[in-house]
């Protein structure tokens, strides 16, 4: 079983950045062969997907940030990152990563992004 944790959120204003990452840990434990994904659930709704990325590299988004998000994979660390440009108000919501496609690893904590003015 791996651990996750997420870190980067924060506020930030509309139109801003914000750059997330993920650290899954575990004894042996490597990302290699894993389809990783980002989540987020924002207040009384339930958690959507949001961005995949295959252990070959290829990614896929959700419509509403296509365009604005960027999901890449650092295997050597086994980190798991998302870059967030152009956010809006409605990107407001705790984020989190895990795998896609196989049974999910314990959920981490996640990491807050609330985008205000």
């Known amino acids: 079983q791996a651990q996750l944790v997420e870190s980067g959120g924060g506020l930030v204003q509309p139109g801003g950045s914000l750059r997330l990452s993920c650290a899954v840990s575990?004894?042996?434990?490597?990302?290699?062969?894993?389809?990783l994904a980002w989540y987020r659930q924002a207040p009384g709704k339930a958690r959507e997907l949001v961005a995949v990325?295959?252990?070959?590299?290829?990614?896929d988004y959700t419509n509403s940030v296509k365009g604005r998000f960027t999901i890449s994979r650092d295997n050597a660390k086994n980190t798991v990152y998302l870059e967030m440009d152009s956010l809006k108000p409605e990107d407001t919501a705790v984020y989190y990563c895990?795998?896609?496609?196989?049974?999910?690893?314990?959920w981490g904590q996640g990491t807050q992004v609330t985008v205000s003015s």
């Open positions: 990325i295959y252990s070959g590299g290829t990614t």
């Open positions: 575990g004894s042996g434990f490597s990302i290699y062969n894993l389809a």
């Open positions: 895990n795998t896609f496609a196989r049974p999910p690893f314990e």
